[in-house]
């Protein structure tokens, strides 16, 4: 299974920065796609994430309405958009997959991407 990620980079707090995820290795349609953050010394936080069949997606309050999470089944493919960005949004940003029901819970991701650094600017 791989999960490539990219899109990171610097940017200024208010901007806009758009992620990806290409999928490979596994059934995607099957699959609960999530965008994962985690800051060092700091607990993984799901900042984004989408049903595998029926569009419903999740945002935690720290990010809801400001992040779009979506996904192409067809290219096998999440994209994280990710708008108003403030510097406490720095971390790295990983793309998982996940079978399980609760599939709004970090923990219940299987398989996870390489991350991708996000780094916003005051």
């Known amino acids: 299974v791989q999960l490539q990620a990219s899109g990171g980079g610097l940017v200024q707090a208010g901007g806009s920065l758009g992620l990806s995820c290409a999928a490979s290795?596994?059934?995607?349609?099957?699959?609960?796609m999530g965008w994962i953050r985690q800051v060092p010394g700091q607990e993984r936080e799901i900042v984004a994430a989408?049903?595998?069949?029926?569009?419903?997606?999740y945002y935690p309050n720290s990010v809801k309405g400001r992040f779009t999470i979506s996904r192409d089944n067809a290219k096998t493919t999440v994209y994280l958009q990710m708008d108003g960005l403030k510097p406490e949004d720095t971390a790295v940003y990983y793309c998982?997959?996940?079978?399980?029901?609760?599939?709004?819970?970090?923990?219940?991701?299987?398989?996870w991407g390489q991350g991708t650094q996000v780094t916003v600017s005051s």
């Open positions: 989408i049903h595998r069949s029926n569009g419903v997606t």
């Open positions: 290795g596994l059934p995607f349609r099957n699959y609960h």
């Open positions: 998982a997959a996940s079978r399980n029901v609760n599939w709004h819970v970090a923990v219940n991701y299987n398989y």
